[in-house]
């Protein structure tokens, strides 16, 4: 299966350095899968530090659960299948 990845964030206040890179790290591989990884925040704080980074140009990025998820969903529907 192609991978699918939403990460809620809505309780994160703070991300460092290590936890920008791993989030980075899935993003890559759920892309090499065929897939994407979403973030979900609506902390001003957390898209600062998003916008300073210019992570926000690699991450699909939502308000709400519903929405990240919806999303997630048509992520599949637009990834061209790989014939064997």
């Not at 703070?14 to 899968?33: G, I, N």
């Amino acid at each position: 299966g192609r991978a699918r990845v939403v990460v809620n964030l809505l309780r994160t206040t703070y991300l460092d350095s290590t936890a920008l890179s791993v989030l980075t790290t899935a993003q890559k591989q759920a892309r090499e899968a065929g897939g994407n990884l979403g973030l979900v925040f609506d902390q001003p704080q957390i898209e600062k530090i998003f916008t300073i980074t210019g992570l926000q140009r690699v991450f699909p990025i939502f308000r709400t659960e519903t929405d990240a998820m919806a999303e997630a969903r048509s992520w599949i529907a637009a990834v061209p299948h790989k014939r064997k």
